[in-house]
């Protein structure tokens, strides 16, 4: 059974050696929360080491530290090098393995000290040792700020730590907006500002760090990919193979697209599927009562939060259209009963 968080601060009076791990294509709160720890256990004398399961959008590239993340995919032998001394591994804002993709079977095999700490729904609560699991917190950033208030070390936040932290919450509140927006968020923020965070600096790196082809392909999907379904307050964009290739679109570079049919008055659902080369992958979104992690977790192999979650599929993007609004149906009959 996964034993309380405070627990390890007494176990990390020692020097360790640690990995941080998140979910696959990290967004900014996976990342910014790693960074954070990062920084954090390397201030408490750790010898600390960030991996992600996969390469990451280049709008991450400016967080301090991130140049020294390790790519499984792409340095895979580095990597379990330093997954097979490990004596503690971190694993931020995921809760199944599942979600490190080809890192899968060795985070399972390891014998070390395993740590969760994150927001998602339904963990898989067996395969760690210690960890903080709370789906009502808004970002893994602001469980991380917790866990450093706890460790009673909070003198080792500086800015580099309070930017990354910043990154993350802003991200995964939408911009202070979304409903998981508590009071204890903007004690957090006020906190990190008093480090001196550059907070709209920070803002843009994030959200205007595109090239022009992205701004292209948006406005190519929204004229002629979205599919408005008024009859169930969804909207459905599906984007083929082809105008991934036509528009040079890179990792992260669909990052927030999701939400854009949410803006349409009456509009309670989004759905989004890329046709990426191994799998087709689906993100959803809702506004009010649709719980996303359900209809994820039913139909698409996936799961996540009440209004943001993703999934995947192995079948055409023609056959994932077609299940998608067979599953709406069903899924909306069910939920009215
Ligand atoms: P996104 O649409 O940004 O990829 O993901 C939205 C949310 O759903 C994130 O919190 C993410 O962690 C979660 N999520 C995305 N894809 C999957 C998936 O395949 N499985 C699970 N369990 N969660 C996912
Ligand atoms: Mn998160």
Not at 131 to 144: P, Q, V, Y
Not at 165 to 177: E, I, K, N, P, Q
Not at 324 to 337: D, G, P, R, S, V
């Amino acid at each position: 059974m996964m034993k309380e968080i405070q627990l390890v601060f007494d176990a990390l009076k020692i020097p360790s050696r640690i990995v941080i791990t998140m979910h696959q294509k990290p967004d900014p709160d996976a990342m910014g929360s790693s960074l954070a720890l990062y920084h954090f256990l390397k201030g408490m004398g750790h010898d600390t080491t960030v991996i992600s399961p996969t390469n990451w959008a280049d709008f991450l590239k400016w967080m301090p530290g991130a140049d020294s993340v390790i790519d499984f995919e792409s340095n895979g032998q580095v990597a379990k090098n330093i997954l097979s001394e490990a004596e503690w591994i971190f694993c931020l804002d995921f809760n199944h393995f599942s979600r490190t993709r080809h890192m899968q079977t060795i985070l399972e095999s390891l014998a070390c000290k395993k740590v969760l700490i994150d927001h998602h729904r339904e963990p898989q609560l067996d395969s760690f040792d210690f960890g903080n699991s709370d789906i009502r917190k808004s970002s893994t950033a602001e469980m991380i700020y917790d866990f450093i208030q706890l460790s009673g070390r909070s003198d080792l936040i500086n800015k580099d730590i309070a930017s990354c932290l910043y990154a993350g919450v802003m991200a995964d509140t939408g911009s202070f907006r979304f409903s998981s927006t508590s009071p204890s968020v903007h004690f957090m923020v006020a906190g990190l500002m008093s480090h001196g965070i550059e907070h709209a600096k920070i803002h843009s790196l994030v959200h205007d760090n595109f090239q022009e082809n992205r701004l292209r392909f948006i406005g190519h999907v929204l004229s002629n990919r979205l599919e408005v379904l008024y009859e169930y307050n969804t909207a459905l964009i599906a984007i083929p193979k082809a105008d991934i290739l036509r528009f040079h679109i890179k990792t992260g570079d669909t990052e927030g697209l999701v939400n854009y049919p949410l803006s349409i008055q009456g509009i309670e659902m989004a759905a989004l599927l890329i046709d990426r080369d191994e799998e087709r992958k689906w993100s959803f979104r809702s506004k009010e009562s649709f719980d996303c992690n359900t209809f994820a977790r039913t139909y698409f192999e996936g799961g996540g939060h009440y209004n943001a979650s993703g999934g995947r599929s192995s079948e055409s993007v023609e056959e994932n259209v077609k299940r998608f609004k067979m599953a709406l149906k069903e899924f909306t009959n069910n939920t009215k009963q």
